[in-house]
């Protein structure tokens, strides 16, 4: 166990649905981090948190979008799902921006059919 | 922008020595990280350079050259077990992406008997 804790570990849902993926990170970590890793792709950064707060945002889709709450939870919110966005989807978590690393969650297996 | 490269896939056998190659062209450069990654699993943390020269760790070590650009994962004694993704990822310095790791899309090692 990584500390870092995601759910669900699997979502199968049709298109056009929404769903909403969540990620506890390790205790004491402050930023949160999220990546998709759709088949034979790398993992695509999307979106950087930290206190709070937004920090950085990759390659994220406008259907996509995420918050981090006071406790330090964040959610992925995907929205008018297409078969493409059927990925993992990591979140990872680190003790602050730039500090060594990051470690991973087990990731939420997404399907949309 | 930010390039990562990699080869797709290795083969070595059980027993043999791997040189896993990676190159990077990145804005800002605060180190590199390896991970490791089983099929549908999620990334573990192997090494971390951020200054020139080698790393060792048991049977993984980790090369560093920033003014190349280059680096490389040097697997020994490779086991069964050690097939498996791994993962390249840069660390970035500036700004809001400070602390972000942008990965490759991984090398696919295959260890056979």
């Known amino acids: 166990d990584s500390g870092v804790t995601q759910t669900p570990k699997h979502l199968i849902t049709a298109t056009g649905q929404r769903v909403t993926l969540r990620c506890s990170p390790r205790s004491g970590d402050l930023s949160v981090y999220w990546y998709q890793q759709s088949l034979d792709q790398g993992l695509q950064f999307l979106i950087q948190?930290?206190?709070?707060?937004?920090?950085a945002k990759g390659n994220i889709l406008e259907r996509f979008s995420a918050q981090q709450f006071p406790d330090l939870h964040s959610e992925l919110n995907l929205s008018s799902l297409e078969l493409g966005d059927s990925a993992l989807y990591f979140c990872?978590?680190?003790?602050?921006?730039?500090?060594?690393?990051?470690?991973f969650g087990s990731g939420t297996r997404l399907t949309v059919v | 922008g930010q390039n990562i490269d990699q080869p797709t896939e290795m083969t070595a056998t059980e027993g043999a020595i791997v040189q896993i190659n990676c190159t990077y062209q990145?804005?800002?450069?605060?180190?590199l990280f390896w991970y490791q990654q089983h099929a549908g699993e999620a990334p573990t943390f192997l090494s971390y350079?951020?200054?020139?020269g080698l790393e060792e760790k048991g049977r993984f070590s980790s090369f560093l050259s920033r003014s190349k650009g280059y680096s490389y994962l040097l697997l020994k004694e490779l086991q069964m077990k050690d097939s498996a993704s791994y993962l390249c990822?840069?660390?970035?310095?500036?700004?809001?992406?400070?602390?972000?790791?942008?990965f490759g899309k991984g090398t696919k090692l295959s260890v056979k008997p």
């Open positions: 350079n951020v200054l020139d």
């Open positions: 990872a978590s680190s003790v602050a921006p730039g500090y060594y690393g990051y470690t």
């Open positions: 990822a840069v660390s970035l310095r500036d700004g809001g992406s400070q602390g972000n790791l942008i």
């Open positions: 948190y930290y206190n709070g707060e937004e920090r």
């Open positions: 990145t804005s800002g450069f605060n180190g």
